[in-house]
């Protein structure tokens, strides 16, 4: 059975770079075909993709956040990471990392076979 868990930042300050570590037990994040995903979703709105990384390593991410994203991982601890720069308010969400068997685009759970179960990131003064 595989188990996810995000860390807890907690509260974050604008204009600080957010890091959110995921680990995985029960399956390798190397174990081929398996995608590692994070989505988010601010309070009042659906849910946003954004973005993961893949069984090699390799990584893909949504166009809205780009720019301030990377998702780096640690095989030797069967963890990956969201990093996100430059914070401001409009990242205050829920954040969520999320597994699945080949790559999931969507924001709706039933696209994922496992889940953490979230975590809440404050970005305030």
């Known amino acids: 059975q595989v188990h996810m868990q995000e860390s807890s930042p907690g509260l974050v300050k604008p204009s600080q770079t957010l890091s959110l570590t995921c680990t995985v037990s029960?399956?390798?994040?190397?174990?081929?075909?398996?995608?590692w995903t994070w989505i988010r979703q601010p309070p009042g709105k659906g849910l946003e993709w954004i973005g993961y990384?893949?069984?090699?390593?390799?990584?893909f991410y949504g166009p809205s956040l780009k720019r301030r994203t990377s998702i780096p991982r640690d095989t030797s601890k069967n963890q990956f990471t969201l990093q996100l720069t430059s914070v401001t308010p409009e990242d205050t969400a829920v954040y969520y990392c999320?597994?699945?068997?080949?790559?999931?685009?969507?924001?709706?759970?039933?696209?994922?076979?496992?889940r953490g179960q979230g975590t809440q990131v404050t970005i305030s003064d």
């Open positions: 999320a597994g699945s068997v080949g790559p999931s685009y969507g924001s709706t759970w039933s696209e994922y076979g496992y």
């Open positions: 990384i893949s069984y090699s390593g390799n990584t």
């Open positions: 029960g399956a390798s994040i190397t174990t081929d075909n398996y995608y």
